[in-house]
């Protein structure tokens, strides 16, 4: 089944320690985004890669890391976390084509403390 | 810059009414449209997109969607509402024109269909 998988679903941690949250997809998409879901904001790109090795800033990138390593791996870091990063993430992938849609893994709810 | 507003933080529709919730954008070249629909506790869900021809797209669970370029708009429609359409629905615009595949997203709609 052709999907887009995030890991954890749900994430409490304590301020300051490092954490990194997985997605993985399957269906060999160039484009792989992350967002970050906020009550009243919608939703807003953190980063996001063209390909293997290219990754650039989206709208929100302060605080997160991330990697591309290999196509279908495209982990989200946060090297020191804090409470304004509480919040409900998604990873979102896209094929090559310039009119498809995106998509979407389950969403991975972090809370901060 | 791109971007998308909806007007509309919350929409009540009685079930068997017709619901529209708005979308309106802003791209500097010509747009790709998606509507998406987040139901509680689960990811976006891809409802219909917008690509180029004709101006009303039908898609999934019997929504739709009518674009408008002289009115940068790009309303979701169904006919008669059910209570289990109630659920958050996203509006997201792409340039094509701008070599990217960068989607930027409304703040979203809470739809509820009252029985």
């Known amino acids: 089944e052709a999907q887009v998988t995030q890991n954890p679903r749900y994430l409490i941690t304590v301020t300051g320690k490092k954490l990194t949250v997985t997605c993985s997809q399957n269906?060999?998409?160039?484009?792989m985004s992350w967002y970050r879901q906020d009550p009243g904001l919608g939703l807003r790109q953190i980063y996001y890669?063209?390909?293997?090795?290219?990754?650039d800033k989206g709208d929100v990138p302060e605080g997160y890391k991330v990697s591309r390593k290999e196509k279908r791996n495209f982990p989200l870091i946060l090297e020191s976390p804090s409470p304004n990063q509480t919040s409900l993430y998604f990873c979102a992938s896209i094929p090559g084509g310039s009119n498809t849609e995106a998509f979407f893994g389950q969403g991975t709810r972090l809370t901060v403390v | 810059a791109q971007s998308v507003a909806q007007p509309e933080d919350q929409v009540n529709v009685a079930e068997g009414n017709p619901l529209t919730v708005k979308c309106t954008y802003s791209?500097?070249?010509?747009?790709?449209l998606f509507w998406y629909v987040q139901y509680p506790n689960r990811g976006l869900q891809f409802l219909l997109k917008y690509i180029t021809g004709d101006n009303l797209v039908k898609g999934s669970y019997g929504f739709e969607a009518e674009f408008n370029k002289s009115q940068t708009s790009f309303h979701l429609k169904k006919p008669s509402a059910l209570v289990s359409d109630s659920a958050l629905y996203f509006c997201a615009v792409r340039d094509r024109g701008a070599g990217s595949y960068q989607l930027t997203f409304g703040k979203g709609t809470k739809l509820s269909v009252i029985p």
């Open positions: 791209v500097s070249g010509n747009p790709y």
């Open positions: 890669s063209m390909n293997v090795e290219v990754t």
């Open positions: 269906m060999n998409h160039e484009y």
